[in-house]
């Protein structure tokens, strides 16, 4: 009995930590400063750190635009992603260029999510986290804070 509460425990604790992801206490300021300007400065465990690699060296043709950094900055942000970033057997398939929408993780999670919706001009694209997870920010995806566009709230059979 003992052994089943403990593996019950441990499964529990793997579904809120997909649903908790601030960033690090080690994050460096030039992170939200310059990742932010354009998008949520996404938590660095969506990608694995090779990925992050390969995201940080294409810089001046980032996902159809020039997100160069100064020298110091861009090691600087990129030591932090590498760090931090998820495991490989969670986050397989990112892509080439990575992808943390194109991750296995991230299509498992967004499974339901019908193509409409990531085609609402509200939303754009599915890179755009806080568009319907509203503390995205804040580095909390609880199916509970997801409001869709036209202010409707995700419902999965689940929860």
């Known amino acids: 009995m003992r052994y089943l509460f403990i593996i019950a425990f441990g499964l529990a604790g793997n579904s809120a930590l997909a649903d908790r992801m601030p960033t690090p206490d080690n994050t460096p300021p030039a992170f939200k400063a310059e990742c932010g300007t354009c998008h949520l400065p996404f938590p660095p465990a969506l990608l694995t750190g090779a990925d992050w690699r390969r995201v940080m060296a294409g810089l001046d043709k980032h996902y159809g635009s020039d997100a160069s950094l100064d020298q110091p900055t861009r090691k600087k942000i990129e030591d932090f992603l590498v760090a931090n970033g998820g495991a490989e057997r969670r ?44 503390r995205a920010d804040q580095g909390s995806f609880r199916e509970r804070e997801i409001m869709l566009p036209g202010g409707r709230r995700h419902h999965r059979e689940d929860d």
């Open 91 to 134: 986050l397989a398939g990112a892509g080439d260029p990575p992808r943390l929408t194109a991750t296995n993780w991230f299509r498992r999670e967004h499974d339901e999510v019908q193509t409409a919706i990531w085609r609402d001009a509200r939303i754009k694209s599915a890179a755009n986290c806080g568009a319907c997870h509203t």
